[in-house]
Antibody, heavy 123, light 109 residues
Framework: QVQVVQSGAEVKKPGASVKVSCKAS????????MHWVRQAPGQGLEWMGI????????TYAQNFQGRVTMTRVPSTSTVYLDLSSLRSEDTAVYYC????????????????WGQGTTVTVSS | QTVVTQEPSLTVPPGGTVTLTCASS?????????PNWIQQKPGQAPRPLIY???NKHSWTPARFSGSLLGGKATLTLSGVQPEDEAEYYC?????????FGTGTKVTVL
């Protein structure tokens, strides 16, 4: 079945970086876009960005420009989220979410969500 | 900074009908924003319900429907069940980027 499985929880100090992985299975990895979304404790969902696993092109939300990097390794069907210069406000659950496919990927929205990775930033 | 606004909370009796709305600070929401609706229950990962305004995923119950009305995207729950109590988020596409709505807490009471 289609699934995306994320790496485990992380605890980081302010100023550090974190790298979260998301391994896809059950479908052709390079055909579907992948989003990253986060949710701070007790807060709503926040869209961080999107990557095209086929060619690695990315679009990031303005709030994260300069601090976020999304990459992919097609041979392992894995996408990565790198977030740098961490601060306490980055404490959140981070989700990878499968998007649509093809040129009109935006039509298909989002469907499969990872289980979430808790990132805690604390001194 | 684009803001997508939803009702903070709504209450509906079991078996009733409730409509949630999703408005954009940039103006009227049209089909070109490809609205998505996503349900989240406490302690669980979000679950998508609707994509591109009105299209249902294979797992979406028939009582959920999406549309556009009065410049907003809407999600209507008909014949509400106790298990529909949850937070609901809309997600809009802005030509390359996306923005989530502020979320609506639906209480079944």
């Amino acid at each position: 079945q289609v699934q995306v499985v994320q790496s485990g929880a992380e605890v980081k100090k302010p100023g550090a970086s974190v790298k979260v992985s998301c391994k896809a299975s059950g479908y052709t990895f390079t055909s579907y876009y992948m989003h990253w979304v986060r949710q701070a404790p007790g807060q709503g969902l926040e869209w961080m960005g999107i990557i095209n696993p086929s060619d690695g092109t990315t679009t990031y939300a303005q709030n994260f420009q300069g601090r976020v990097t999304m990459t992919r390794v097609p041979s392992t069907s894995t996408v990565y989220l790198d977030l740098s210069s961490l601060r306490s406000e980055d404490t959140a659950v981070y989700y990878c979410v499968r998007g649509g496919f093809g040129r009109d990927y935006y039509y298909y929205g989002v469907d499969v969500w990872g289980q979430g990775t808790t990132v805690t930033v604390s001194s | 900074q684009t803001v997508v606004t939803q009702e903070p909370s709504l209450t509906v009796p079991p078996g009733g009908t409730v409509t949630l709305t999703c408005a954009s600070s940039t103006g009227a929401v049209t089909s070109g924003y490809y609205p998505n609706w996503i349900q989240q229950k406490p302690g669980q990962a979000p679950r998508p319900l609707i994509y591109s305004t009105s299209n249902k995923h294979s797992w979406t119950p028939a009582r959920f429907s999406g549309s556009l009305l009065g410049g907003k995207a809407t999600l209507t729950l008909s014949g509400v069940q106790p298990e529909d109590e949850a937070e609901y988020y809309c997600l809009l596409y802005y030509g390359g980027t996306y923005v989530f709505g502020t979320g609506t807490k639906v209480t079944v009471l």
